[in-house]
């Protein structure tokens, strides 16, 4: 460096002339600084690039020519050269200072060339590469720095464009889902992107490692692989050929394949690769598709077995199984009966079926049955691992590989099982599965639709048996009253055909013209929307009578009153029923009693021994043959009493009835027999008046009296108490006698039921006491109960409200029951 | 003077069991009869102070044999005391209101009976 002069002030003149023109000439910016910092020299480069002309800079110390933070980067990496490290608070000047040092001690072979960023004089700034070497005088002296600096603006935004090219295009192929490669003319892999070791588990190097790419298809489809490429080579590119490629674990893989040849002068360089997997699309196609056939099937409405066989056909072809099984479930049994099969036209599968027919299976050690125990799909890949279930055994023998059941499920409830087997071995596979459960789901809304349809059959010909086979006549009404259905033995009580009565408003055929008035309650009734029930005169066609019993039934749909039903029947038989049987009962109490009328006044006279002295123990025997013969009498007297009230009408009277008095009556009626028992009778003062029969009521009291003193000890006392209610009055009876047993406090109303048996023989009762009670109670609409004391002894209690409710009820008097029973 | 009282009852063993129950219980004298229309006769002729009548008797039966007894001047006068199986108060009122003295029912305490039919008939016993 002996263009600097030894003695002369940092100046351009210093600079020899022929180094100068050297200088100014290089395109690369060069900057000469002193020791002291000053710059000596800008050549005309270093003035383009800075936008500065040398005079603005020459002789400055100042000027900060490197980007902010520069300046002390460039310097701390000179001084790494030696070792050093700068004071991170050091100014410019003693920065200087230590570079300048530093590169006049370092060998110039040894400083590096730095990249960094150099500031214009509008503050912008631009990339350099930067060469630092020491400027020396002729004895060697160091008097400042030589700064070349490469703008590298251009290089470097070039070689970025390259790479974000390169990166683009690696990304795209190393992102692409799918499979690219480039082969050789020899079929060996040259690149081949990630995408291949999704489909085919190979990353690139252990594709590129194979001899032939076709050599990574199943042998299934090697050949055709080859094929192409060979004619790819020829010059005849392939665009997105089928190829279905089963893979090692039991899928299919759907690939479209694009293969096309580079070349230059003629000559194949290179085969393009591009495949794709198209395996859910194809299986989304093939679902749509089976759904589409599925829902034609349905559509058609072929009986089920035909549906459900084509169903099962279409579903094993698209998916390629080989036999297709449905079982129904039989849920009375909880087991599956064989219902339809299809198998692949071949001898195994035909022979499988063919051994399925009339099977039933319960076993949930068996694939159906487990798909049924389970309510989930049920897969077995391998079937020697099941071999134990003998289905799955006899499917072995068939030449089976995987099986697999599916519960084919409406709701909550399965149905049905589809069973399905293939000779190649399939891994449980989503898609498929997807597929088959679709197809279970129409077949479920299939089955149901069909099982309801049946039970409605069912139901409509049971109804119809059922309204044949009734005795009572049927009629169903519109709203209006008119027949619009009638059965027939409402037609033979018409004694008119049933297509003659329909249409006709019911109250016309039962009451023709001029046979009941204006206020007839039938015409009422069946013109009306309230529920009814009663006897009536009803007329047949030819004009004959006859007592007639009918029920009115209003039908609501949806709150709506939408028609009637009025079932009727002759009750002549039952008023001819009523009066022979009361004449029996007169005839037979009659004929009873006339016998025991001479038994026992002739029994009666002997043992009061007017008639003669009788010894002690023919007294004995005429004392027992006397009190039988009164408890015959009192049995007999019960019993025809207890069907009299039972079923005579006019049984009970309806009278205004004060409770006192009848109260009053029946302890006087008791009260010698309680004296003579040593019991007390208690009794309030409530006064009520109800409707009702009072000798009837006072027979109540009188017996339940007579109960709870027989039943009573000495010195006792038993009360009678009135409550007066809302809807009645209750009337109690306590006793402090040996109480009911609780299991028999409802059944000690019924006939000859007695809390001990012997009772009726110790105590006197005929066992028919309480029964009559009751219905005699029941009669005026009331209800009668024990209950257990506290303490001890029982409580017999009636409840009569204050007007009987009629049993051909109103709505309003049900209300008022309800009411009562509420309470 | 003991009272005399006519019994007419088809059945001859209650007849006899009644008669004996009055003439030994009561000490009346007693005569019967074994239907309605003996029964009418021997009251017309006997002329006892009071008749026991049987309801139910085939042929001419209680009622029957009452309207008789009414119709004819003769046994107008005579009360009629009823006697009936059929123990319903409703019944018992029926024949009530026939116009009769009174109404006992069967079977009957023959020890009993006198004091019944004195009572209905406002007898002392």
Redesign the interface.
């Known amino acids: 460096m002996a263009f600097w002069k030894k003695e002369e002030r940092t100046s351009r003149k210093s600079v020899e002339p022929e180094f100068r023109e050297i200088v100014d000439s290089a395109g690369s910016m060069i900057l000469v600084i002193g020791t002291d910092g000053t710059v000596l020299h800008v050549n005309p480069a270093a003035e383009r690039l800075l936008g500065y002309y040398a005079s603005e800079l020459v002789g400055q110390q100042t000027v900060e020519i490197l980007a902010p933070g520069e300046g002390r980067r460039v310097a701390a990496e000179l001084l790494r050269l030696r070792g050093s490290s700068i004071d991170p608070n050091a100014g410019p000047r003693e920065r200087r200072t230590a570079v300048v040092g530093t590169i006049g001690e370092v060998a110039p072979s040894l400083v590096p060339t730095i990249e960094t960023r150099c500031r214009r004089k509008d503050g912008s700034t631009f990339p350099v590469m930067v060469q630092v070497s020491a400027l020396r005088d002729a004895e060697g002296t160091m008097r400042g720095l030589v700064m070349v600096g490469l703008d590298q603006s251009a290089t470097l935004e070039q070689q970025q464009a390259t790479r974000e090219s390169q990166e683009r295009y690696r990304d795209l192929f190393e992102n692409s889902s799918e499979m690219i490669a480039t082969l050789s003319p020899g079929g060996q892999f040259l690149y081949a992107n990630p995408a291949w070791k999704r489909s085919f588990g190979r990353d690139a190097e252990e594709l590129m490692a194979d001899s032939f790419f076709a050599d990574v298809f199943h042998e299934e489809c090697r050949a055709y692989v080859k094929e192409l490429f060979r004619e790819a080579l020829d010059g005849h590119a392939s665009d997105r050929m089928l190829v279905r490629n089963p893979t090692k674990d039991g899928r299919m893989l759907e690939l479209e394949l694009s293969l096309s040849r580079r070349q230059k002068a003629g000559n194949p360089l290179a085969v393009r690769c591009l495949l794709r997997d198209v395996t859910q699309q194809k299986n989304r196609e093939h679902r749509l598709a089976l759904q589409l056939a599925v829902s034609q099937i349905m559509a058609e409405n072929a009986g089920l077995a035909t549906a459900a066989e084509r169903v099962l056909e279409v579903l094993c072809v698209t998916q390629e199984w080989d036999l297709g099984v449905l079982w129904e479930v039989d849920a009375a049994w909880d087991r599956l009966v064989f219902s339809t099969a299809w198998g692949a036209p071949e001898l195994a599968a035909e022979s499988m079926i063919r051994q399925s027919v009339g099977l039933q299976t319960v076993a949930t050690s068996e694939l159906a049955g487990k798909a049924l125990a389970k309510g989930r799909t049920v897969w077995i890949r391998d079937l020697t691992e099941a071999a134990a279930d003998p289905r799955v055994a006899a499917a072995i023998r068939h030449g089976m590989a995987s099986g697999w059941a599916i519960p084919v499920r409406v709701g909550n409830s399965v149905l049905a099982v589809l069973e399905f087997y293939c000779r190649r071995q399939l891994r449980e596979d989503e898609e498929a599965l997807a597929s088959a459960e679709a197809v279970a789901a129409s077949l479920g809304q299939m089955l149901a639709r069909k099982r309801e349809q049946g039970r409605a059959d069912d139901l409509t010909q049971q109804q119809e048996v059922l309204l044949n086979a009734v005795a009572d006549g049927i009629c169903g009404l519109d709203r209006g009253g008119r027949v619009t259905f009638a059965n027939p033995a409402a037609a033979r009580l018409l004694g008119a055909s049933a297509s003659s009565i329909t249409g006709k408003a019911i109250h016309e055929l039962l009451h023709p013209a001029g046979r009941c008035g204006a206020e007839c309650p039938l015409r009422e009734i069946t013109a009306g929307t309230a529920p009814h029930a009663g006897e009536t005169t009803m007329a047949r066609s030819d004009g004959k009578e006859f007592p007639g019993e009918y029920g009115f039934t209003p039908i609501f749909e949806r709150g709506q009153f939408s028609g009637s039903v009025l079932s009727f029947r002759d009750i002549s038989q039952r008023y001819a029923l009523d009066r022979m049987k009361d004449e029996f009962l007169?005839t037979a109490?009659?004929e009873l009693?006339?016998?025991?009328?001479?038994i026992?006044?002739?029994l009666?006279?002997l043992s009061?021994g007017?008639?003669g002295e009788i010894n002690e123990k023919g007294n004995n025997l005429l004392r027992i043959a006397l009190n039988n013969s009164e408890r015959v009498?009192r049995l007999i007297?019960d019993m025809?009493?207890l069907e009299?009230i039972q079923h005579s009408s006019?049984a009970i009277?309806h009278m205004p009835v004060q409770l006192a008095d009848v109260v009053q009556v029946a302890i006087e009626g008791v009260q010698p027999v309680a004296d003579a028992a040593g019991i007390q009778l208690i009794h309030d003062m409530v006064q009520a008046e109800i409707f009702g029969d009072a000798?009837r009521l006072t027979q109540v009291l009188t017996n339940l009296l007579a109960n709870a003193i027989k039943f009573s000890p000495e010195k006792s006392s038993v009360s009678v108490m009135m409550r007066v209610e809302n809807a009645g009055v209750t009337i109690s009876v306590i006793d402090e006698g040996r109480g009911v047993p609780q299991a028999m406090l409802e059944t000690i109303f019924d006939r000859f039921r007695q809390v001990d048996a012997s009772d009726s023989r110790q105590k006197g009762g005929t066992g028919l006491g309480l029964a009559i009670c009751r219905t005699i109670v029941a009669q005026h609409g009331g209800r009668i109960w024990a209950e257990r004391n506290p303490m001890r002894g029982t409580t017999f209690r009636f409840f009569l409200p204050w007007r009987r409710v009629e049993r051909k009820m109103e709505p309003e008097a049900v209300a008022a029951i309800e009411k009562i029973e509420e309470n | 003077m003991p009272h005399n009282i006519l019994i007419i009852d088809d059945e001859d063993d209650i007849r006899a069991v009644a008669a004996l129950s009055l003439e030994t219980v009561a000490g009346w004298e007693v005569a019967t009869a074994n239907s309605g229309a003996q029964g009418v006769e021997r009251a017309e002729s006997l002329q006892p102070e009071a008749i026991l009548l049987d309801v139910m008797m085939p042929g001419m039966d209680g009622r029957a044999t009452f309207a008789a007894l009414q119709q004819n001047p003769r046994t107008a006068a005579i009360p009629v005391v009823l006697l009936t199986a059929k123990s319903q108060s409703s019944e018992r009122e029926q024949l009530a209101a026939l116009g009769v003295a009174g109404v006992l029912t069967k079977p009957f305490d023959p020890l009993t009976l006198p004091g019944a039919i004195a009572a209905v008939l406002g007898w002392d016993t």
């Open positions: 007169a109490g009659h009693r006339t016998p025991l009328t001479s026992r006044g002739a009666g006279l009061s007017m008639l009498i007297n025809l009493d009299k006019d009277e000798d």
